[in-house]
C-alpha cells in the first residue's frame, strides 16, 4: 500500500497539476502558488478518494505538504 505522502503527492501531480519536481515534505502550499480555493477542492478530493476528512482549518497555505500527511496518516492510523 503506498504511503500517505505518495497518496497525497499523485493527487497533487494528477488532479492539481503539480510538477513532481515541486514537491517536497517541507514545501508549503503557498509555495506551490496553491491558495486557499485550492485547499477547499484539495480537502473534497482528500475525502472522496482516501475517506479521510482535513478541516479547512488545519490545512492552509502556510502549511506543508507533510503537515497534511501527518493529517491523512492520523485517520487513516488512528493508532500513530
Do not use: G
Request: glycine share 0%; charged share 35%.
Amino acid at each position: 500500500m503506498a504511503s500517505a505522502y505518495d497518496r497525497l503527492t499523485d493527487i497533487l501531480v494528477n488532479q492539481f497539476e503539480v510538477r513532481p519536481d515541486e514537491l517536497r515534505p517541507d514545501v508549503t502550499f503557498e509555495e506551490l502558488e496553491l491558495d486557499s480555493l485550492f485547499l477547499v477542492e484539495l480537502t473534497l478530493v482528500v475525502k472522496r478518494d482516501l475517506d479521510v476528512e482535513i478541516n479547512e482549518d488545519d490545512a492552509t497555505p502556510r502549511s506543508t505538504v507533510a503537515d497534511v500527511v501527518k493529517l491523512i496518516e492520523a485517520q487513516l492510523d488512528p493508532a500513530s
